[in-house]
């Protein structure tokens, strides 16, 4: 399970304090997948980083009984400097995984062919993306966090064969989903939550979270 007990979360703007969580509490157990709607700018990007441990809260505990992975699409992970080789066979000794299986599975899911063998500063935006989607695949997650506002690559052969992996392993595994468009929701999770102006209201179901998200627009 992945569980906030009383999180609060804020930042100052300058003139202003916004307020992202205030005293939030929630649980969010496995085989039991969450949709977050909010609209664009309350902080939803903030909540899925605190919920991979990218961020910390300022006020409150996250506790993660499993393994939550770090949000689709991050590439804060990769060190410039280093080769995609080095830093996939880097990122496999955290997790405790095979490097030679993590490192294969990423030449042959990202085909950046004589690339891999380059530091990944030389890479092109797209390369990036394919090499961190890559990454989050040949790791093995209990739960997955998906952020609206993830970076997408535009290789279609990537896409075809990324996207029937990750329908594969989103079919066993837990997903988090933050987003302004229920829509979006409707293809992972039966429960929902209303992030409104630091306050999250969870339901049991979508349709009782898209009444308030509508009503509040």
């Not at 939030?24 to 664009?40: C, K, W």
């Not at 990218?54 to 590439?75: A, N, Q, Y």
């Not at 306050?199 to 627009?217: G, I, N, P, S």
Request: include cysteine.
């Amino acid at each position: 399970m992945l569980e906030f007990d009383n999180v609060s979360k804020s930042f100052w703007t300058g003139t202003q304090r916004k307020v992202i969580l205030e005293r939030a509490s929630f649980r969010v157990e496995l085989g039991n997948s969450l949709g977050i709607l909010a609209p664009n700018g309350t902080g939803k990007t903030t909540i899925i980083n605190m919920m991979s441990g990218l961020e910390k809260p300022d006020d409150g505990e996250i506790r993660r009984g499993c393994r939550v992975s770090f949000p689709l699409g991050f590439m804060g992970g990769l060190i410039s400097k280093h080769t995609g080789r080095e830093n996939v066979r880097f990122i496999a000794q955290l997790y405790d995984l095979d490097p030679d299986y993590v490192e294969a599975f990423c030449r042959w899911l990202c085909e950046i062919n004589e690339y891999f063998e380059m530091p990944v500063g030389t890479y092109s935006s797209g390369m990036r993306a394919r090499l961190s989607f890559a990454l989050l695949l040949a790791l093995d997650f209990d739960i997955y966090l998906i952020d609206e506002g993830m970076p997408s690559t535009a290789d279609v052969n990537f896409n075809r064969k990324a996207g029937a992996i990750l329908r594969e392993r989103l079919e066993k595994a837990t997903i988090i989903v933050v987003s302004h468009q229920a829509s979006t929701l409707e293809k992972f999770c039966r429960s929902a939550a209303v992030l409104r102006k630091g306050q999250l209201h969870m339901f049991d179901t979508l349709e009782e979270a898209k009444v308030l998200y509508d009503y509040e627009a």
